[in-house]
């Protein structure tokens, strides 16, 4: 509950904050494709980036 709470409150300072310096989703290496009518886009790099942060948390916590 404490992680799940951690991460509504990230989201919701990322959602009214969207000027901070930290820009995740617009990071060099989420693709974008752009087209007439649609874009896709694929966060590649948050994604592994936040994977990243949370494997390191999770191995911190479990080694106590």
Known sequence: MILGAALFLT????????????????????????????????PLMTSLLLSLVFSILLWLFRRR
């Open 11 to 42: 989201g919701l300072l990322l959602y009214v904050f969207p000027k901070l310096p930290i820009r995740l989703g617009r990071l060099p290496g989420d693709i974008v494709i752009r087209g007439k009518n649609s874009v896709f886009y694929f």
